[in-house]
């Protein structure tokens, strides 16, 4: 939230231009907390709470039709350890979400033509136009991806795909977004190796962002799986949940 007292130009540190808001509210956090009498809760803890919840598979069957008609409300879970368990794994998807970009790359085989060119001209070498799957539809083998005529990337686990955003999978939002295309209306160029290479001063930047994205799936299906059946808290109706959240934020 901005300022609205102070000016451009002032000199001041531009962090002090901005008041910090928490998301979570009083009344949403006092919720949980009448629930876990004796648990010492913050809202950061019941940030991830709620991001631990939202990737609970159970809860998004369960609750898919209300889903799909508003916004989420978040229920209590039974007992104080499941809470715990909600948000410290709520907590270790966050942390590696929000730094996808330093994250592990996953050790995918390689395979590699002219491989000399990676030293002498790597923005040739490194180049992406569109990365596709191997062989032809309805037949694709997803294990391997073809990222450009010099570089193809095998041993993808079939798990990596089973990690969906918004409809499609990670590693797919990367093949989309990591291709040089042109928008019809505006006519302007989208070429990711330009930031690559100017921006990043990295050419093979989109190579080790779907590497990375690989591993990310992995690890958050990994997570998930491991999370708690959902069972609700005793006081609760079954979809009698909070909106935790400040909508203004």
């Given at each position: 939230?901005?300022?609205?007292?102070?000016?451009?130009?002032?000199?001041?540190?531009?962090?002090?231009?901005?008041?910090?808001?928490?998301?979570?509210?009083?009344?949403?956090?006092?919720?949980?907390?009448?629930?876990?009498?004796?648990?010492?809760?913050?809202?950061?803890?019941?940030?991830?709470?709620?991001?631990?919840?939202?990737?609970?598979?159970?809860?998004?069957?369960?609750?898919?039709?209300?889903?799909?008609?508003?916004?989420?409300?978040?229920?209590?879970?039974?007992?104080?350890?499941?809470?715990?368990?909600?948000?410290?794994?709520?907590?270790?998807?966050?942390?590696?979400?929000?730094?996808?970009?330093?994250?592990?790359?996953?050790?995918?085989?390689?395979?590699?033509?002219?491989?000399?060119?990676?030293?002498?001209?790597?923005?040739?070498?490194?180049?992406?136009?569109?990365?596709?799957f191997s062989g032809k539809r309805?037949?694709?083998?997803?294990?391997?991806?073809?990222?450009?005529?010099?570089?193809?990337?095998?041993?993808?686990?079939?798990?990596?795909?089973?990690?969906?955003?918004?409809?499609?999978?990670?590693?797919?939002?990367?093949?989309?977004?990591?291709?040089?295309?042109?928008?019809?209306?505006?006519?302007?160029?989208?070429?990711?190796?330009?930031?690559?290479?100017?921006?990043?001063?990295?050419?093979?930047?989109?190579?080790?962002?779907?590497?990375?994205?690989?591993?990310?799936?992995?690890?958050?299906?990994?997570?998930?799986?491991?999370?708690?059946?959902?069972?609700?808290?005793?006081?609760d109706a079954p979809f009698e949940?909070?909106?935790?959240?400040?909508?203004?934020?």
């Open positions: 939230m901005r300022n609205s007292q102070s000016t451009l130009g002032s000199g001041e540190d531009e962090s002090r231009n901005y008041i910090r808001r928490d998301a979570i509210t009083d009344e949403g956090l006092n919720h949980f907390l009448e629930a876990y009498p004796g648990e010492h809760i913050t809202k950061r803890d019941l940030f991830y709470y709620v991001y631990g919840i939202l990737h609970s598979e159970e809860y998004r069957t369960r609750y898919a039709n209300n889903l799909r008609k508003e916004l989420p409300r978040i229920p209590r879970v039974a007992t104080a350890e499941d809470f715990w368990n909600f948000s410290h794994s709520g907590k270790e998807l966050g942390d590696m979400h929000v730094n996808f970009e330093k994250g592990d790359m996953y050790p995918a085989e390689l395979l590699f033509k002219c491989p000399e060119m990676a030293a002498h001209n790597p923005e040739k070498f490194y180049r992406v136009e569109k990365m596709k309805p037949v694709q083998d997803k294990t391997m991806i073809i990222y450009n005529e010099y570089i193809t990337v095998s041993g993808i686990p079939l798990e990596a795909y089973d990690y969906i955003i918004n409809g499609k999978t990670a590693i797919g939002w990367v093949m989309d977004c990591q291709q040089v295309k042109t928008d019809k209306a505006s006519g302007i160029r989208n070429d990711p190796n330009n930031w690559a290479v100017e921006t990043i001063g990295n050419a093979r930047y989109p190579l080790d962002l779907l590497l990375r994205v690989i591993n990310i799936s992995l690890e958050t299906q990994r997570i998930v799986n491991a999370l708690p059946v959902l069972r609700l808290y005793h006081g949940a909070k909106n935790v959240g400040d909508n203004d934020a």
